[in-house]
């Protein structure tokens, strides 16, 4: 089992960055793939970008491809997401997950963080 903390978010304007971190809790981070979704008010969440647990293999999805970068640092425990040029569009509650395998269904992700909020001004 893992436990994850997200951190990083906040207010940003338009076309500006963030960087978003995900701490792990086990020492076996490195045993999972990791995914990061987002939810904005009314909407179901939605994929954002997921990693193998190397680091070898990465998706994103559309709208954030070329903007947002995922990576992470095993030896930290820890996941990262970079987000430039963004967009009020981008605003949501922005989770951690964790899962075996890679997948960009976030229903197929047994572990969860609680959630960073990420606003983005126009």
């Known amino acids: 089992q893992v436990q994850l903390v997200e951190s990083g978010g906040g207010l940003v304007q338009a076309g500006g960055s963030l960087r978003l971190s995900c701490a792990g809790s086990?020492?076996?981070?490195?045993?999972?793939?990791m995914g990061w979704f987002r939810q904005a008010p009314g909407k179901e969440r939605g994929f954002v970008a997921y990693?193998?647990?190397?680091?070898?293999?990465?998706r994103y999805a559309d709208s954030v491809k070329g903007r947002f970068t995922i990576s992470r640092d095993n030896a930290k425990n820890t996941m990262y997401l970079q987000m430039n040029s963004l967009k009020p569009e981008d605003t949501a509650v922005y989770y951690c997950?964790?899962?075996?395998?890679?997948?960009?269904?976030?229903?197929?992700?047994?572990?969860w963080g609680q959630g960073t909020q990420v606003t983005v001004s126009s």
């Open positions: 086990a020492r076996t981070f490195s045993g999972y793939a």
């Open positions: 997950a964790a899962n075996e395998r890679t997948s960009s269904a976030y229903a197929e992700y047994d572990y």
């Open positions: 990693i193998s647990r190397s680091g070898s293999n990465t």
